[in-house]
Structures are given as structure tokens and as C-alpha cells.
Nanobody, 121 residues
Framework: QVQLVESGGGLVQAGGSLRLSCAAS????????MGWYRQAPGNQRELVAR???????NYADSVKGRFTISRDNAKNTVYLQMNSLKPEDTAVYYC???????????????WSQGTQVTVSS
């Protein structure tokens, strides 16, 4: 089974930075799209950023200019560099992969377990 394991969450002061990483493991041939989502207490899960295998990116308006998504296709890993963090960025962040081609499936989707990001004022 394809699994996504993320790291890099934690507590940071407003204006600080964090870098999240998420690696997909398994007999993976390729991943079409990888992205980051977040969910704050009492809120719905929302898209933060996503990136295609060719490098095309999309960002939520709330993080444009502050967050940068990137990926290493050879390592099946996606990153999220978060700068100028604000208290409203506080949430559980999830990594997502879509269009996974593996030894057993041609179009699968996977989610990470989530990591807490807390920004204090």
C-alpha cells in the first residue's frame, strides 16, 4: 500500500518559518499531483497548495506570496516552505497525492496522517 509520511510541523512565533516534508513510499512509478491541505478546529479542510508532476502550482489566496510548494519526483517527496507565518495559519496540515501509479494500481489517492502547525502571537 502507498503511504504518505510527513514531518516538519511544530510551534513557531508569528513571522517565523517552517518547512513541511511529505514522502510517499511503496512501489510507486509516478504521482500526478501532490498537495497540502489544512484543517483548523471547527473548520473544513481546505486546499493550501498543490503541484503537478511538471511543476505547475496553485495556491490558496490566503498563502500566496508566503508559502512555496515544491517536489522531488525522484524521491516522491513534496515540500511546503512556510514563511511569514500568521496565527490564522494554525491548523493540522495534511499531505495528499493523486494519480498514483504503482505496482498494483494505475490511479490511486493517498493522504498523510496530518501534522500540527501552531503559530503563536
Amino acid at each position: 500500500q502507498v503511504q504518505l509520511v510527513e514531518s516538519g510541523g511544530g510551534l513557531v512565533q508569528a513571522g517565523g518559518s517552517l518547512r513541511l516534508s511529505c514522502a510517499a513510499s511503496g512501489r510507486i512509478f509516478s504521482i500526478s499531483v501532490m498537495g497540502w491541505y489544512r484543517q483548523a478546529p471547527g473548520n473544513q479542510r481546505e486546499l493550501v497548495a498543490r503541484i503537478s508532476s511538471s511543476g505547475s502550482t496553485n495556491y490558496a489566496d490566503s498563502v500566496k506570496g508566503r508559502f512555496t510548494i515544491s517536489r522531488d519526483n525522484a524521491k516522491n517527496t513534496v515540500y511546503l516552505q512556510m514563511n511569514s507565518l500568521k496565527p490564522e495559519d494554525t491548523a493540522v496540515y495534511y499531505c495528499n497525492a493523486e494519480g498514483i501509479r504503482s505496482a498494483f494500481q494505475i490511479n490511486a489517492q493517498a493522504w498523510s496522517q496530518g501534522t500540527q502547525v501552531t503559530v503563536s502571537s
